[in-house]
């Protein structure tokens, strides 16, 4: 689950009241900090693998996830969140505006040929 940045906030000041009431603050500042950047990382469309999409996308599932990653590799990389819901069936503009907070496509230069 991917959190958006008003819920990473959400979370650190209900961790900073609660750690500040029992005394086991260190443990859960250090927790905290540990999680921060997978929390705020975004998923990228033209690189993660279905399994992370189908996780992490609201209203996407094992179908639909597939279905991107398997669009992504027959017809190359995505330029726009746009352009995913123009050639993913069942990928609409109300999915990609309720993850837009979620989800990138980075620009194929800068994607990592390796995977």
Known sequence: MIFGLSEVRGIFFWLLWSCSLNGRGIFFWLLLLSALPALAEKLDLNRDSWREIAERMVLVGEKRA???????????????????????????????????DRVTVKRPALCDQDG
């Open 66 to 100: 597939k279905a991107i990653v398997s669009e992504r590799k027959r017809h190359g990389p995505f330029s726009s969140l746009e352009e995913v819901a123009d050639r993913v069936k069942g990928i609409g503009p109300k999915i990609i505006e309720k993850n837009r």
